[in-house]
């Protein structure tokens, strides 16, 4: 079989759907498939393993992108095509080519129908649903949404067809260094993500602000990082200096993936306050490092619950406070436990072998 991806850009601060669009090309890969990733920036190349089929097209108008699709598509011929993103003009064009060439087509809206990503630019995105994006995710063969949640968002909003849920997978160390510890010997609390203030790290610093009036905050500290997006990084010291947290809070940059997972092996938490998620990778990647998960009920980790490796919270400074205050004072055996449920967990369920077989199978029932 062969199936071709298409994304607009694999930019590294580009977010989640840059790394989660290559994990899957890379799975199906794995699976016997002819996996094809095609990108519409021309500087792009592949940072996941397992990418093998890849292209970068050279046009920058809409009319000359089209014409290279189109050629590419009439000399690949594949069996399926699989957008992944809304609202730009690259995924526009990739279904507008896929319906003139009669191919069946899934569109991956990553997140962008959610509640809190519909509030933003919203007359723009209205315009967008009524001149062409309505259209081209009603024509899907089917929408592929990452968890129940989106799943049902897509029903809400009146569509019809059918719905692969299918998770993200993460991409995993070949083996995970020890824990280490800071030089201070604090106990860390990590935030991984991008500098956004979608990202709740600015509720974050309220809530710590609310443990250290109440001295409950003694013997820890806060390390975050990710790309900064928009300037917000400003806004973010700004914040923590507001609150005189300058000593609690200490920011790593833009990590890649081997100083990540070391970030991951000397957190003892992981936060990430987000307003919205429709997967959130980095939970994953937390969980699968044995640390216990903070994070709101903007994702969709009720399995933090159910799994008993975490905490789900309303979004809110006060719930994420009095969750900080639950999973501080548990002793380092329970916050253990935690981290190995969670680590079960991720690998039964999120790794990108499994996720590979399952939309395999998927795409020969389509």
Known sequence: MKALHIIGSINKESGGPARSSQGLVAALEQCGVEAWLVVFNKNDKPWVNGV??????????????KKELWQFVDQMKPAVIHVHGIWGSVSHLACVVARQKKIPYLLAPRGMLEPWSLTQKKWKKKLALWLYQRRDLQKAIALHA???????????????????????????PKQLSPHSCRADEKKVILFVSRIHPKKGLIMLIAAIS?????????????????????DHHKEVKKSIAFFNLQNDFTYLGDLDDESKWDAYTRATLFVLPTYSENFGIVIAEALYAGIPVITTKGTPWGELETERCGKWVEIGVEALTEALRVMISLSDEERQQKGIRGRNLVSKKYTWDSIGLKMLDTYKAL
Do not use: M
């Open 52 to 65: 093998v089929h890849f292209k970068a097209f050279e046009r920058s108008n809409y009319w000359g992108r």
């Open 146 to 172: 990452t968890a129940e949640s989106e799943a049902d968002q897509f029903r809400k909003l009146g569509f019809t067809q059918k719905i692969v849920v299918s998770p993200n997978g993460i991409n995993v």
């Open 210 to 230: 609310q443990l250290k009036k109440k001295n409950l905050f003694d013997g820890w500290h806060i390390e975050y990082a990710g790309p900064d997006e928009n």
